[in-house]
């Protein structure tokens, strides 16, 4: 069974830092891409970054409002994703799902709140 | 970045009705849409992927239709567990976008 657990979240100030973390299980990490997307009563599901799989290097891509503040990364020997984040802005609140990429987006983590406010 | 607009924002229906909700791209996606349903307090469960294949073990009541900039996700006789918001979502260019989601309500 595919699961995706998330960790990490929490309350944060602004221009803060924090590192999420999901634990992927019934699957070989390496072979998947996988995503993290947030949600927000206001501006809804956004998707933030994407990791690719092991065969694509494990390359990298964001979404704008993010770059150069978030880093998306994994340790397949670990089976898990990571997602730093920097120089948090109020605005970062959200949920945090972990994803799994394929055929869509086929796998959800339960999510993780991550709150910024002073 | 490729907007999506679904409609309705909301619909109401009962048991056994057959519902249909669309969503439009801002341009052409070919057949990179998935469809999500989420419940209160719940992760979102993909339903269908390329526009009109059905996940593992989702109920055939679900089906998806369309190509380039208009999609319709159907739900052909509507359960009690059906009742929840909608989204879908294009995965053909970067950044990946949401629509806004459709509430099914009874």
């Known amino acids: 069974e595919v699961q995706l657990v998330e960790s990490g979240g929490g309350l944060v100030q602004p221009g803060g830092s924090l590192r999420l973390s999901c634990v992927a299980s019934?699957?070989?990490?390496?072979?998947?891409?996988m995503d993290w997307v947030r949600q927000t009563p206001a501006k809804g599901l956004e998707w933030v970054a994407r990791s690719r799989d092991k065969a694509h290097s494990h390359t990298t891509e964001y979404t704008a409002s993010v770059k150069g503040r978030f880093t998306i990364s994994r340790d397949d020997s670990k089976s898990s994703l990571y997602l730093q984040m920097n120089s948090l802005k109020t605005e970062d609140t959200a949920v945090y799902y972990c994803?799994?990429?394929?055929?869509?987006?086929?796998?959800w983590g339960q999510g993780s709140l991550v709150t910024v406010s002073s | 970045d490729i907007q999506m607009t679904q409609s309705p924002s909301s619909v109401s229906a009962s048991v056994g009705d057959r519902v249909s909700i669309t969503c439009r791209a801002s341009q052409d996606i070919t057949k990179s849409l998935t469809w999500f349903q989420q419940k209160p307090g719940k992760a979102p469960k993909s339903l269908i992927y390329d526009a009109s294949k059905l996940q593992s073990g989702v109920p055939s009541r679900f089906s998806g239709s369309g190509s380039g900039a208009d999609f319709t996700l159907t739900i052909s006789s509507l359960q009690p567990e059906d009742f929840a918001t909608y989204y879908c979502q294009q995965y053909k260019s970067y950044p990946y976008t949401f629509g806004q989601g459709t509430r099914v309500e009874i």
């Open positions: 994803v799994r990429g394929r055929n869509g987006f086929d796998y």
């Open positions: 019934g699957f070989t990490l390496s072979d998947y891409y």
